[in-house]
């Protein structure tokens, strides 16, 4: 195939998947394409089909001559914003037109997405031509007068290689009528060029000795900034002794495992929190039961989103880690914080935290010592510069891959949500073609990838993601998520009044107990429908209201029980969708009166309030509650779990994950969750089921799928021996094919 039939290919693809996994193949090619190749390319930037614009702006990037260059340069003003965002990334692969500069530096001043591909292409370009990024960054600096825009901007001059940045990074750290911020990423930069020139012989330059004077002095000082330069100061020191950890050790292996969005602690008081969902209690329970895997993981470290270097929480939490990464070499299980310096970001907004994310993981993996393997989960900025630490440091990678984002946009197109005439302003949002193609590189670099059960699972991931797995099929591990059943047991029991009541279970019961006050007395008999999740449109928590709102029946029948989302200081995202949901209860206050929204609740209160959904309370709930997950898309789903484990009937999406263990009309009820009627009648058939002669068979079948296949020592079990092949065999990346 030539690059003029590619390019068809693109434009003819039947699906917005099919039209990203055309744009990859047409890349291949464009990397080995001619002037004439060129030309091609060049007439399709213009494509009114975004696709096909963007697959062909990219390909560009990827044939990287000089002609190609010019061209990208020219799309940085295109006022398609789409394509302007994907030229700025796809220059990273030509050689640095000095006429590109200036306008990559004013998008890192400016900040977001686009910032971030900006300073990633110049800190690939600064590897060839320093000098030429280095004016580029003095000349906005002069003129900048903005501190956040400077900020970051100083934040970039520490992306370049060797010294050259060292004077001004040192001024602005000692600068007192710089602000805060600009000064802290001063000081940071500092630390990450003061290591790379460690061990370069015995003289060190006045630039050298400046800086590190700089980093000493204002360590000496009090206040947040003297703990940005104490971790610069020790980011700086030569790294430790990393030889390679003998296998079959008596104190097992370590492995990292991450999730930047959230807090994540031991006690999971953040579950439901802004991005804090499930993944936080996989984290801290699989964490768990490593460590108890006959001595094969002596030490798990669990790695998390934390409060910043210059920000201060409204009750700081004494408990909380505060992000020092001091004693991590002992045994057992460490949680340990990346300090951003402003309060930590949701999903969606975090990629242009990547410089500290990358910084402040690379900190953690040294002070670590010896780390066998990093699991990455998620494409995200966490997994992304993990990833790049990993490599550099010559870790290898584990990665869980779900196909996300593509299963969402399937999702999305086959409901008209989403459709190809909209996908560029989709991008521009959402990043899709970006995450699409970190998928892959993850895959790519990854030494073994764990998936969950899903039907047709070889099928769809080379559909949906593009990579093959039956290239190694011997590097591929199916399990499903597990949970800890028998801490569920035991609170189920207590809640049931089969088992003495703890304190932590009786305070929950109250709580629910003062929720439940809330309805109107006519509603304290009915049912609860309970939902926990995330505030988040994915996850669906507003269609299932207004499929609740719009259908009488089924608001006679029961309650609607929301459970997460961070009510009093919600992340844009979740004010979006709680907008979205006060809207359609104001348009029915009297119908809206049996919903009730709980916010976040630490996980073993939520999984109180759903073993007393399935019996009923005393005063407020009747017996025979149903558990609803209403996600978009659903790729396993340990609420669910848990839900079932508790004996409650369950709705959940008719695809993914839980198609592999739901049992339909036995169970629970499987559906088209993107359907507000579907959501709505399925609920309602979910009611019947948990009324319906036969209860009692029906939770113990429920029981036991999750006790014999998702128990959380059974997962432990799998991906231990997976941590342990890996680390004995490592022999570098590229073991997994993504599909051209």
């Not at 579907?678 to 079948?701: E, F, I, K, Q, Y």
Request: hydrophobic share 45%; net charge negative; glycine share 10%.
């Amino acid at each position: 195939m030539h690059v003029g039939a590619a390019l068809s290919a693109v434009r003819s693809s039947g699906s917005i998947l099919e039209g990203l996994r055309a744009g990859q193949r047409l890349e291949e090619l464009a990397r080995r394409g001619d002037a004439a190749a060129v030309d091609l390319l060049v007439a399709a930037t213009s494509d009114p089909d975004a696709i096909t614009a963007v697959a062909a702006v990219r390909a560009l990037g990827a044939q990287g001559s000089a002609a190609a260059a010019s061209r990208l340069v020219a799309l940085l003003d295109d006022p398609r914003a789409d394509v302007a965002e994907h030229a700025v990334e796809a220059l990273a692969g030509v050689a640095p037109p000095r006429d590109a500069v200036a306008p990559l530096v004013q998008r890192c001043a400016a900040g977001g997405f686009t910032g971030m591909l900006a300073q990633r292409t110049l800190e690939t370009w600064a590897a060839a031509t320093p000098s030429t990024v280095l004016d580029g960054l003095v000349a906005e600096l002069a003129a900048e007068h903005d501190p956040g825009a400077r900020a970051r901007l100083i934040e970039t001059v520490g992306l370049l290689p060797k010294s050259g940045g060292l004077p001004i990074l040192t001024r602005a750290s000692l600068d007192d009528a710089e602000t805060p911020a600009v000064r802290a990423a001063a000081l940071s930069a500092l630390g990450d060029l003061l290591a790379d020139r460690s061990g370069h012989g015995t003289t060190e330059a006045p630039a050298v000795r400046a800086a590190r004077a700089a980093l000493a002095a204002v360590a000496a000082t009090s206040g947040p900034l003297a703990r940005v330069a104490d971790r610069a100061r020790a980011d700086a020191q030569p790294p430790a002794d990393r030889r390679p950890r003998a296998t079959g050790r008596s104190d097992g292996l370590t492995v990292v495992q991450l999730f930047l969005h959230g807090a994540v602690d031991g006690s999971l008081r953040h579950s439901g929190r802004g991005d804090t969902g499930g993944i936080a209690t996989l984290l801290v329970q699989l964490g768990d039961a490593l460590l108890r895997q006959e001595s094969r993981v002596g030490r798990v470290i669990t790695v998390s989103g934390g409060w910043g270097d210059l920000s201060t929480p409204a009750a700081p939490d004494p408990t909380e880690p505060d992000g020092h990464p001091d004693d991590l070499r002992g045994p057992g299980h460490h949680y340990v914080q990346v300090p951003f310096r402003e309060a930590s970001t949701g999903l969606a907004a975090a990629w242009s935290r990547w410089v500290e994310a990358r910084r402040g993981l690379r900190r953690i993996l040294r002070a670590a010592g010896s780390v066998d393997v990093v699991h990455l989960r998620m494409a995200d900025v966490g997994s992304m510069v993990a990833a790049e630490v990993a490599t550099e440091l010559g870790i290898p990678v584990v990665l869980t891959m779900a196909p996300d984002p593509q299963a969402l946009v399937a999702a999305r197109e086959a409901d008209g949500s989403l459709t190809r005439a909209g996908f560029g302003a989709a991008d521009v949002v959402e990043h899709l073609w970006f995450r699409d193609r970190l998928v892959r590189r993850l895959a790519e670099q990854a030494e073994h990838l764990v998936l969950f059960p899903r039907p047709d699972l070889e099928g769809s991931i080379a559909r949906l993601v593009g990579v093959d797995l039956s290239a190694h099929p011997e590097r591929v591990l199916v399990v499903g998520e597990g949970i800890d059943v028998g801490a569920l047991d035991q609170v189920a029991r207590e809640v049931w009044g089969d088992a003495p009541r703890s304190p932590a279970t009786g305070a929950a019961l109250g709580e629910l107990d003062a929720l439940l006050d809330r309805l109107p007395p006519e509603r304290r008999s009915l049912p609860l429908a309970v939902s926990v999740g995330r505030l988040a449109p994915v996850k669906g928590m507003a269609t299932l209201v207004g499929s609740w709102l719009a259908d009488p029946a089924l608001r006679d029948r029961c309650n609607l029980l929301l459970i997460g989302g961070e009510l009093d200081d919600p992340s844009r995202e979740e004010r979006a969708e709680l907008d979205r949901i006060h809207d359609l209860l104001a348009s029915d206050t009297s119908a809206g009166a049996g919903v009730l929204l709980a916010g976040h609740r630490p996980n073993a209160t939520a999984t109180a309030w759903l073993a007393a959904a399935q019996r009923g309370t005393p005063a407020a709930a009747g017996p025979g509650g149903v558990y609803v997950c209403a996600s978009l898309k659903e790729e396993f789903g340990i609420a669910i779990l848990e839900a079932m484990t508790v004996g409650l009937v369950v709705v959940t999406p008719d695809g993914g994950g839980p198609a592999t263990y739901v049992d339909d009309g036995v169970t629970g009820v499987r559906t088209d969750t993107t359907r507000q009627d579907a959501l709505s009648g399925a609920v309602r058939r979910a009611l019947d089921l948990a009324a319906a002669p036969g209860a009692g068979l029906r939770r113990r079948r429920s029981r036991a799928v999750v006790r014999e296949r998702f128990g959380i020592h059974t997962m432990a079990a799998a991906v231990a021996e997976v941590y342990t092949e890996v680390a004995s065999a490592h022999r570098g990346p590229g073991r997994m094919v993504a599909t051209p």
